[in-house]
């Protein structure tokens, strides 16, 4: 059974925080990925103002949608938390599967079904490998217990006398 982890700041904040990060990161990714788009798609001479005209353009806007992404993703999972009282994986995965239905909602009943179980799979790929990889570090990490060697035989004893002649 997993432990609340009261470290954590409550969901208000948390949520807000998911939003900003996941923001800065599709903003910076979006910023890489554009950037290397407009320079190859820009004419030889052009290349460096095509890089930073595809960076000022569609950066924002990649940045925007992991951010709308990050910022359900938290709020659904605060919402699945204090509904089921409990902090564990199937947490993740029902939030990434109501955030996945959520965002494709205007695409009709059938693609929204098919963006949640997408979305609910791919939460619980994540935390699969996630469990994986802390079992896996933990494993390598657990205090072994030492090994006992056990004590050398005695010498074999001589027949004779026990002083020795100087």
Known sequence: MAHADHTRDP????????FGGAFAMGAVGGGIWHGIKGARNSPRG????????????????????FGVWGGMFSTFDCAVKGYRKKEDA????????????CLAVR?????????????????????GVGVLLNRMFSEQNRQQLPQIME??????QLAGPSHVAA
């Open 11 to 18: 969901c208000p904040w948390v949520i807000l925080n998911d």
């Open 46 to 65: 052009e290349r460096l103002v095509g890089s930073i005209a595809a960076i000022k353009a569609r950066a924002p806007v990649t940045g925007g949608n």
């Open 90 to 101: 199937w947490n993740a995965i029902i939030s990434g599967f109501l955030t996945g239905g």
């Open 107 to 127: 695409s009709g009943p059938r693609v929204m079904f098919q963006s949640a179980v997408a979305c609910g799979i791919l939460l619980g790929v994540f935390e």
């Open 151 to 156: 004590p050398p035989p005695p010498p074999p």
